[in-house]
């Protein structure tokens, strides 16, 4: 079967998350090593489809909550599986969670 933009997706954010690792802990590598990184980092980030804006989660967010009853903690998954189903890997989760930690508190 082909491959799924949404599993591409995936393997090249695990590229980045690769390379941004090596990029945080590089103190001991050359400069040149460094900029090679840096320019693989740019070419693997234009493979990747535009991240959902936060504008654009907070209101999926507003609009799942407010189909549920029970406003709490555990309403979380809710959130975050309606979000996937609804950006797919457009979604920063990191960040999506965040935000309805936020509006949960």
């Known amino acids: 079967r082909p491959t799924t933009e949404d599993e591409a997706t995936k393997v090249v954010r695990k590229f980045l998350k690769g390379v941004d690792e ?15 990184l840096r320019i693989e980092r740019e070419v693997l980030s234009a493979f990747l489809p535009q991240v959902a804006s936060k504008e654009e989660v907070e209101i999926e967010i507003d609009r799942v909550l407010s189909g549920l009853t029970q406003k709490n903690q555990a309403a979380m ?12 890997s457009t979604l920063d989760a990191k960040e999506a969670s965040a935000l309805i930690k936020q509006k949960l508190a």
Request: net charge neutral; no cysteine.
């Open 22 to 36: 090596f990029l945080a802990a590089s103190a001991t590598v050359s400069d040149e090593v460094v900029e090679k």
């Open 77 to 88: 998954g809710e959130v975050m599986k309606a979000l996937k189903a609804r950006f797919g």
